[in-house]
């Protein structure tokens, strides 16, 4: 069956095409998302949800999202999203953070032109007839200070529209390196700095903790007199009262803005003030911008649906076709690992150590991290994903580790996924034959070669004989066919494992057979999910 997408949102007809280019089942609604009520009421039938910002995706919905596995947003803000619902639902976030770059750069670049110039207070003005050419004097760009807040994606972009304009840029942002500085042809400084400097301040960061309220009302006191702000990141980073004292000082020239702490902002702060320039969040509305988003959602989702891609998702490492298809039995292989060590912890789990050994280790390794967590999560939750694994895992206070290393044995690379508890500690390792199907070859350290079926048997004996008659003789008695089996032992007479793959779940009396013996030290019944 198709995987069925609803579009709740406006987007354009060419990517709903996309959709069904590429078989997928989408049902376009663009006036849905408005209806709360309706849109919790069908989001149960839908693999995938795209939406604007329309939608609003709350924690109730979610909960009845029965199917949903991927909410993809066109544009970079997923505000509307209630990501940490969707990620203990296990459902991928999406958004495009690249699609509306180059139209958010520019409409900063042109609202700093706005504000310095006082363009709109001289467009009206002349509009009323009057002519008041000696009212609007105004600052050049050229040779000024511009401090850019934030100098990623949009930010980096701002800052090579700026040098085009022979601005002196200073930025800062904690993520930039000295050398990747350098290429831009800005000078990093610490916030402080930037303050001190700048004529002109723009910000492009994400709002969070750590940049909630930046320019805060202590931080605009340190400002360069006579500075000039923009804003067309995210409402929030400014105290938008201080800055309007500030303005009214003379303190602050001017400032131009296109989000505001509260959205839609029928009032502010900032409203009517001389020489505010203030825009209802254009800084992604031009036609390009508003097409390339929605393609773009339209191929993210299409190809995670379709084929396992995993790209721009907040929410979960990032996985591209060619390592989908690459990775796709190392994954199952980390998830298989994680299951095994977690059937067979019945303690509190305190923490999973990952070694990635030889080729694996070059592959893309928060995937294969998340992949081992799902699996050892599935027996407290078995709708345990790759995206809620982690969240669990966190809530629960589990310390995850991971090590690479080059290859060191026998096989080209392999997975080792140990557990620990108050207890004990618990490994097992796997690799991919050239088959492509995953196997164990190493449990408790003892090497095996054993197949992974969907349902298995797992049993530690000391090393005697008569271990391969009782197994045969008990799984007989109960009608169990076995398909396959596997021993392994760390020396004569001592420690011995056998995993036995069986054609159907063992019935609870074969198992107590078994363990009437005296001859297991333990017998556990195994489930996979095999593909």
Not at 371 to 391: C, E, F, L, R
Not at 514 to 529: I, N, R
Request: charged share 25%; net charge negative.
């Amino acid at each position: 069956m198709a995987p069925k997408v609803l579009v709740s949102d406006k987007l354009s007809e060419t990517a709903v095409q996309i959709f069904r280019d590429r078989g997928i089942d989408v049902d376009f609604q663009p006036d849905l998302g408005k209806d709360k009520d309706k849109l919790a009421e069908v989001i149960g039938q839908y693999d995938g949800l795209a939406i604007r910002s329309a939608t609003k995706v709350t924690e109730k919905i979610l909960n009845n999202a029965t199917n949903l596995k991927v909410i993809a947003r066109a544009g970079i803000g997923t505000d509307n999203i209630d990501k940490e619902a969707a990620s203990k639902k296990g459902v991928i976030v999406m958004n495009t953070p690249f699609g509306n770059m180059i139209t958010t750069a520019e409409h900063a670049i042109a609202m700093m032109f706005a504000v310095a110039r006082q363009i709109p207070e001289a467009s009206e003005s002349t509009h009323a007839g009057k002519w008041e050419k000696s009212k609007f004097m105004g600052v050049e760009l050229t040779g000024k200070t511009l401090g850019v807040i934030g100098a990623g994606n949009i930010g980096g972009i701002v800052c090579d529209r700026a040098r085009g304009l022979k601005m002196k840029v200073v930025a800062y942002d904690p993520y930039l390196g000295e050398e990747k500085a350098d290429k831009m042809g800005v000078e990093k400084v610490e916030l402080e700095e930037l303050f001190a400097r700048a004529d002109f301040i723009t910000m492009h960061v994400p709002f969070t903790d750590q940049t909630a309220n930046i320019l805060s009302r202590e931080n605009i006191a340190k400002l360069k007199r006579g500075v000039r702000i923009v804003n067309c990141a995210r409402g929030g980073l400014v105290d938008e009262e201080a800055l309007a004292e500030a303005l009214k000082s003379g303190h602050v020239a001017g400032a131009a803005f296109d989000v505001f702490a509260v959205e839609p902002a029928t009032e502010s702060p900032l409203f009517n003030l001389p020489n505010v320039v203030v825009t209802p969040h254009l800084g992604a509305a031009t036609t390009e911008a508003q097409e390339n988003v929605a393609l773009q959602v339209a191929e993210q989702m299409s190809d995670y649906l379709l084929t396992g891609a995993v790209t721009n998702a907040l929410n979960m490492p990032s996985v591209t076709a060619e390592e989908a298809k690459v990775m796709g039995p190392w994954i199952d292989l980390a998830g298989h690992l994680g299951n095994f060590t977690g059937q067979m912890t019945d303690e509190p789990i305190q923490a999973i150590n990952i070694l990635f050994d030889g080729s694996v280790s070059d592959m893309n390794l928060n995937a294969l991290t998340a992949a081992t967590v799902a699996g050892i999560m599935k027996k407290a939750n078995p709708d345990t994903n790759m995206v809620s694994a982690p969240v669990i895992a966190k809530e629960r206070g589990v310390k995850i580790s991971t090590t690479k290393q080059d290859k060191s044995g026998a096989f080209d690379g392999y997975v080792k996924v140990t557990v620990v508890t108050a207890k004990r500690e618990r490994s097992v390792a796997g690799t991919v034959f050239s088959d492509g199907k995953p196997r164990f070859i190493q449990i408790k350290g003892i090497n095996v070669d054993a197949e992974i079926g969907a349902h298995m048997v797992y049993t530690t004996n000391e090393d005697v004989p008569g271990i391969i008659g009782t197994l045969g003789q008990s799984m007989g008695k109960h009608n169990v066919n076995i398909a396959n089996f596997t021993l392994g032992r760390s020396e004569a007479k001592g420690e011995a494992i056998a995993l036995l793959y069986v054609d159907e779940p063992v019935p609870a009396e074969a198992l107590k057979d078994l363990e009437a013996t005296d001859m297991f030290t333990q017998v556990k019944p195994l489930a996979f999910d095999i593909k």
